[in-house]
Antibody, heavy 118, light 110 residues
């Protein structure tokens, strides 16, 4: 059974940093592209970042460029999102999602809440 | 502002059919047959309902169907049931090699 379990969320002041983790199991993690998708309270889904298998390609949404860094450790079956210079508008539930055939999010984690507030 | 445009809300009575549209451009919806639809109940993670415009993953009811014409994709739910009440999001692969989402549509079953 495919499982994605996020952790690392919490409350942080504006300008602060957080590192999110996503532990994957039930599939060959190294073979799949992975993504972070977020959802602000009461709002829609927003794609955050993409990392290909073997980390050969990495993309970010424009509002996250230069502040967020996606990475993966295939030996640990884990995906990460380092978030720096956090802003109030980054407050959201952050989901880890597996990307199938580079175009379909077929499995999602349960999400981890990040709250940026003074 | 989302990359893909969806109606904010739709509604229907049990047993009826509804259709949710998802409008993009030739750089996303119109350029690729890589549109997906997701269902999200409150407090839950999204669930894949349709992929590659019209394909259903194993376990998804055949009451859910997808189609596309030009730059607009559509999700149709037939035989509406109370449990279909949820938010629905479309997504599309784009010419920038990323996947973008629609703004979401709240489905109310009357």
């Amino acid at each position: 059974e495919v499982q994605l379990v996020e952790s690392g969320g919490g409350s942080v002041q504006p300008g602060g940093s957080l590192r999110l983790s996503c532990a994957a199991s039930g599939f060959r993690f190294s073979s799949y592209s992975m993504n972070w998708v977020r959802q602000a309270p009461g709002k829609g889904l927003e794609w955050v970042s993409y990392i290909s298998s073997r980390s050969s390609a990495i993309y970010y949404a424009d509002s996250m460029k230069g502040r967020f860094t996606i990475s993966r450790d295939d030996a640990k079956n884990s995906l990460y999102l380092q978030m720096n210079s956090l802003r109030a508008e980054d407050t959201a539930v952050y989901y880890c999602a597996r990307l199938w055939n580079d175009r379909t999010f077929d499995y999602w984690g349960q999400g981890t809440l990040v709250t940026v507030s003074s | 502002q989302s990359a893909l445009t969806q109606p904010a809300s739709v509604s229907g009575s049990p047993g009826q059919s509804i259709t949710i549209s998802c409008t993009g451009t030739s750089s996303d919806v119109g350029g690729y047959n890589f549109v997906s639809w997701y269902q999200q109940h409150p407090g839950k993670a999204p669930k894949l309902m349709i992929y590659d415009v019209s394909n259903r993953p194993s376990g998804v009811s055949n009451r859910f169907s997808g189609s596309k014409s030009g730059n607009t994709a559509s999700l149709t739910i037939s035989g509406l049931q109370a449990e279909d009440e949820a938010d629905y999001y479309c997504s599309s692969y784009t010419s920038r090699s990323i996947v973008v989402f629609g703004g979401g549509t709240k489905l109310t079953v009357l």
